[in-house]
């Protein structure tokens, strides 16, 4: 197992506050890696930084070798990286298969899709569960299938290393489970390697072998999930949240 | 001869920046280019000019209906068609494009294509630094200042001035602490309106009354806007007069026909390299 | 009531003839219209050819990828000039500057398109209605180029071939109804095409575009110049046909106008504003004797469509196909 991602005193300010505090962390090729913390934490910083949305104002970020740090999101999708987005993104206006093969066609676009090309449309569709709503208009999906959608298409793109932004929001107790599956199913079997950000902690701790935990932007801890869910400042970390409401 | 185009520049920059000030303010917080202030222009002064010629009144009485048709007008525009498509900024565009064309071609259709020479109310001048300054241009000078001036205190010491601040830094933040986003929007447009209905009567005595008088001032005000309005009341005052000091120079040192398309070039490489403003805040 | 599958595919099968039924029948009635009806009718349908031409590619732009942009009859008289200039000043064979004004115009577009197109917001709208006017202003007071107010006369009709010649009316007709056929297909073709879905994600949500991987610049950038390129070309045509061109013809009315005919069919469909070009230009020339309202009928109705069916025509089929089910 080799590194797939590395990031290295990783920082960020917004004018005069820090975002994300000189973070180091590493993410070994085919695991499944939860960052949690707190609001505010820098979660959300880190994941677009790597996602590219941000330059960091200091620090790099490699991947497979490569320094992607202050590269344009389009680049960073070239190079293998997908996505996930918090708020419902997608193209409403297609159909659920055309959605799903832009995401391929965006990286090797071709006139016509070639056989091998449709191929990977159909077998995508089926894996997500996709394939009875293959000639629906997204925009007349549920959220939850448009989100599907856009994880869909993400695969589809055929990245080696997928980041996932709250994907679990607003779920059912079905869905999670359902989601669940279809992630962990994702990274054994394409062998894709994933990083979560999450608030819906038994998600991420049953997903993740990992997880590493933020708060005011710097790493306060990292670990199994029995580990995290045991230590200490973590606690304190998101229980002081609450205690400032007493 | 130098002076004298200084002077120029200084009363139709005056007269941009009047009507800047009001795009400015209704771009900010609606996110409309509100390209119906320059049909505003037009029929404010139009009316000014009518209630000249056909009622006798006098200039102040035709300035106050210049600004008080502009805001109905403004006001009316904002509440029965803008509203309509809150969120769906292209379909607003659209319609205040739509909107400039319409109330010109309509002067055009209503009172012809002919100019109308509108009544000099103030005959005479003062004598500045050897050759002659006439009221009327001191006049346009002083109201636009005045009005400046006016608008300054209202935004920063009016309860409504302060909500409109709010509005225009953050529009859901503003909503959510209690603010009135339609209310804040009409007054906005009101005053838009009425600074550009101001603008256009205060010119008119000037430089006459035609239907296609306001779209050269509209697109040197959004010159205006764009390359620097945005953050303050000051900065859109300098930004119009200093665009029309500029012309004004420009058109007697460089080319009268290109006056015009040479603003428009600036603007254009301003842009190139400074895809926010001058000073952007987009 | 369910659809099987079964149903679904007769369904689809029967609106495709359909469609290609209408499509015949358009085109035989094209074809054969110079012979059946009057030369003043032939010079509107030229006309409404042209137009198709210029509103086709403005969808593509607009409509496609998402941008609005009031610039496009500056586009259009670019070519029309350009193309006019290379004949009558540069004695260049019209086949040679038909291409020639369509490849400086997508040059053109290109330039001002590259960083133009990273402006936020409305910046870019209104700085292509800037640039529409600048445009305008350049061609009028380029007198010893342009003739400026005085208009460009003259211009040399395409040169002929294999013993056709397009001097007359009926054969400039055919020749660009051929040009107009070609124009179509080729939009037809890209928009369809993987290019084209790209486009669309771009209109649709350009943040997740750019999260796919797409280059969303430089797909702007070239929906913008080939669309602006295809307007030149319109405009050549134009410039060959009636041999006169005056720079009233391409201010900024006229990029209204383009706005309003792809808007009267619907944004973003390509036959729907193929279908506003011949219905907006037909409306033309039946208010051909009060000129004077054109302007202001124009600008009441693209209110109006706004404010009923911003997607125009093809919004309101889809939106009665959507009750009958």
């Known amino acids: 197992m080799s590194t797939i991602l590395e990031v290295n005193n990783l920082r960020k300010e917004f004018g005069g506050v820090v975002a994300v505090d000189n973070n180091n962390f590493t993410v070994q090729e085919g695991e499944r890696v939860g960052i949690i913390g707190p609001n505010g934490a820098g979660k959300t910083t880190t994941f677009n930084m790597i996602a590219g949305y941000f330059k960091p104002t200091a620090g790099t970020i490699e991947f497979e070798g490569k320094r992607i740090s202050g590269l344009k999101p389009h680049k960073i999708s070239q190079l293998g990286i997908g996505r996930t987005f918090q708020i419902a993104r997608a193209f409403g206006e297609m159909t659920v298969y055309d959605h799903v093969l832009t995401g391929i066609l965006a990286h090797e676009l071709h006139f016509r899709p070639t056989p091998k090309q449709i191929e990977q449309v159909e077998h995508i569709l089926e894996l997500t569960k996709l394939a009875a709503f293959r000639d629906n208009l997204v925009k007349n999906l549920t959220i939850a299938s448009q989100r599907r959608i856009v994880l869909a298409t993400a695969l589809a793109t055929g990245p080696r290393l997928l980041l996932l932004d709250e994907l679990m929001a607003g779920l059912t107790f079905v869905e999670i489970d359902e989601t669940l599956d279809e992630l962990r199913m994702i990274n054994e079997q394409m062998g894709i390697t994933l990083i979560v950000v999450e608030h819906v902690m038994k998600a991420i701790m049953q997903l993740c072998q990992r997880i590493i935990v933020l708060n005011y932007g710097k790493i306060i801890a990292e670990g199994t999930p029995k580990e995290v869910a045991n230590n200490k400042t973590v606690i304190e970390a998101y229980l002081g949240e609450e205690e400032t409401y007493a | 001869m130098f002076l004298q185009q200084l002077i120029n520049g200084i009363i139709i920059g005056a007269s941009y920046a009047l009507i800047a000030l009001g795009l400015n303010l209704i771009w900010s917080i609606t996110d409309i280019p509100d390209f119906s202030q320059g049909g505003i222009y037009v029929i404010a002064a139009y009316v000014a000019y009518f209630a000249v010629k056909l009622a006798s009144f006098p200039f102040v009485v035709s300035l106050l209906l210049g600004m008080v048709v502009g805001a109905g007008l403004a006001f009316c525009i904002e509440r029965f068609l803008y509203r309509r498509w809150t969120g769906r900024g292209r379909i607003q565009l659209l319609c205040a494009i739509a909107l400039f064309f319409l109330l010109s071609n309509l002067a055009i259709l209503l009172w012809t294509a002919k100019t109308k020479i509108f009544p000099t109310y103030l005959p005479g001048g003062i004598s500045l630094f050897g050759f002659a300054v006439s009221y009327q241009r001191i006049v346009v000078l002083a109201v636009a200042l005045a009005l400046f001036i006016a608008v300054y205190f209202f935004i920063m010491k009016t309860k409504m001035g302060k909500a409109i601040r709010a509005a225009s830094q953050d529009r859901e933040a503003a909503e959510v602490v209690g603010i009135n986003i339609s209310t804040v929007n009409s007054a906005v447009f009101m005053i838009g309106g009425a600074l550009s209905g101001t603008a256009a009567v205060l010119i008119s005595p000037l430089y006459s009354v035609f239907p296609t008088m306001g779209d050269l001032p509209l697109l040197k005000a959004l010159v205006v806007v764009i390359l620097g309005g945005f953050g303050s009341v000051a900065g859109v005052l300098i930004g119009g007069l200093g665009l029309g000091i500029v012309e004004s120079l420009g058109s007697v040192y460089i080319s009268a026909a290109y006056q015009h398309g040479f603003t428009f070039f600036v603007l254009i490489l301003v842009l190139l390299f400074f895809p926010r403003g001058l000073f952007g805040r987009v | ?325």
């Open chain 3, 1 to 325: 009531m369910v659809d099987t599958v079964l149903v679904k595919n007769q369904k689809q099968k029967r609106a495709r003839i359909r469609n290609l039924i209408i499509l015949a029948v358009v085109l035989g009635a094209l074809a054969i219209l110079p012979q059946v009806t009057s030369e003043y009718i032939t010079y509107v349908a030229v006309l409404a050819i042209i137009y198709a031409i210029l509103t086709g590619s403005y969808d593509l732009t607009t409509g496609y990828t998402g941008p609005l942009t009031f610039c496009h009859g500056a586009f259009y008289g670019v070519g029309a000039y350009t193309s006019a200039l290379l004949t009558l000043k540069a004695g260049f064979p019209f086949w040679v500057a038909f291409p020639l004004s369509g490849i400086m115009v997508f040059i053109f577009a290109a330039i001002i398109g590259y960083p133009g197109l990273r402006l936020k917001g409305h910046y870019f709208a209104v700085t292509t209605f800037f640039f529409g006017h600048f445009i305008y202003l350049v061609i009028l007071n380029s007198v010893s180029l342009t003739n400026g107010p005085m208009g460009l006369r003259n211009i040399p009709p395409p040169e002929g071939f294999l013993g056709i010649s397009f001097t007359s009316l009926n054969s400039s007709y055919y020749l660009i109804l051929i040009f107009g056929i070609l124009a179509v297909v080729f939009l037809y073709f890209l928009v369809n095409s993987g290019f084209g879905k790209i486009l669309i994600s771009i209109r649709e949500n350009e943040e997740l575009s750019e999260a796919i991987g797409v280059n969303t610049s430089l797909y702007k950038v070239l929906a913008f110049s080939i669309g602006a390129g295809i307007a030149g070309l319109a405009g050549s045509l134009f410039a060959h046909f009636f041999r006169l061109l005056h720079p009233t013809t391409f201010a900024w009315m006229t990029s209204e106008m383009v706005v309003i005919m792809a808007l009267v069919g619907g944004l973003g469909t390509l036959i729907g504003p193929i279908i506003g070009a011949g219905i907006v230009t037909l409306i033309l020339e039946l208010m051909r004797f009060a000129p004077e309202y054109r302007f202001i009928i124009w600008s009441v109705a693209l209110i109006a469509i706004l404010i009923i069916e911003p997607r125009g025509l093809m919004g309101l089929v889809r939106r009665i196909q959507g009750g009958k089910k």
